[in-house]
């Protein structure tokens, strides 16, 4: 009986493809509900900040993915998502789109993207069950030792993506310093963008993304 119950809970184990404190976040099938959850969530404006926010994206398709905003139309989400993931953008584009209204220095992470993103395709590819498939954003050229509070392109609102694979679907977890809530459909078109282009390495469907944010304001007037 002792080792049928010990079968029951291991196989039980197995099944369980996140922690279960995972189910009790708020889920959304779109980007746009999440996106209308964190604007609402935060509508007070200025420096009104919520602490330690969390939500899960169940579907990473491109619609899914894809939420335009006035700030943000599709041209607007289409130039930054080829400029962060380091492909070929025109200096006309450049001049059009990229301005210090849509994320700035803090929001720019192209630099190195591409050996990033191939090292986590290799990681996985090597060793599926691997917990070291991560994308880091800041301190691309130097050292943590560095860090300077007043350097806006080393304080990048994003620090890491955890691309893991669980229940033979590819997943991943978000760490962010910050969350604008007005920026976030540049952050989660490109996501998505980046983890459909892993999946397709690998050959895998995608499973759920885990939007975890240490400070989730409104727009770029919070300090």
């Given at each position: 009986?002792?080792r ?14 996140h922690?279960?404190?995972h189910?009790l976040l708020p889920r959304?099938?779109?980007g746009?509900?999440?996106y ?11 420096d009104?900040?919520?602490?330690n926010?969390?939500?899960?994206l169940?579907d ?11 700030l943000f139309?599709s041209a607007?989400?289409?130039?930054y ?6 492909e ?10 990229k301005?210090p209204?849509?994320?700035g220095a803090q929001?720019?992470?192209r630099?190195?993207?591409r050996?990033k ?8 590819q090597?060793h599926?069950n691997s ?5 880091p ?7 943590s030792?560095?860090?300077d ?6 304080t ?7 691309l ?13 310093r910050?969350?604008?809530a007005?920026?976030?459909p540049?952050n989660?078109h490109?996501?998505g ?5 892993v999946a397709s390495?690998?050959g895998?469907p995608l499973?759920v993304?885990?939007?975890?944010v ?10």
């Amino acid at each position: 009986m002792l080792r049928l119950a010990s079968r029951r809970i291991a196989a039980r184990a197995r099944r369980r493809v996140h922690a279960p404190a995972h189910a009790l976040l708020p889920r959304h099938k779109t980007g746009r509900t999440l996106y209308d959850e964190m604007r609402d969530l935060t509508k007070a404006g200025g420096d009104f900040t919520v602490h330690n926010y969390a939500a899960v994206l169940e579907d990473l398709s491109e619609d899914a993915t894809t939420v335009e905003t006035e700030l943000f139309p599709s041209a607007a989400l289409d130039f930054y998502t080829r400029w962060n993931l380091e492909e070929a953008v025109t200096d006309a584009e450049v001049a059009a789109f990229k301005t210090p209204e849509r994320g700035g220095a803090q929001g720019d992470y192209r630099l190195g993207m591409r050996k990033k993103i191939a090292n986590a395709v290799d990681c996985l590819q090597t060793h599926s069950n691997s917990k070291r498939a991560s994308i880091p954003i800041p301190f691309a050229t130097e050292g943590s030792e560095s860090v300077d509070w007043r350097d806006a392109g080393q304080t990048k609102c994003c620090r890491e993506l955890y691309l893991y694979v669980e229940g033979g679907r590819l997943s991943c977890t978000g760490i962010l310093r910050v969350q604008n809530a007005s920026i976030f459909p540049k952050n989660m078109h490109f996501f998505g963008a980046l983890l459909r282009h892993v999946a397709s390495e690998l050959g895998l469907p995608l499973g759920v993304y885990t939007h975890n944010v240490a400070s989730l304001c409104h727009d770029r007037s919070a300090t």
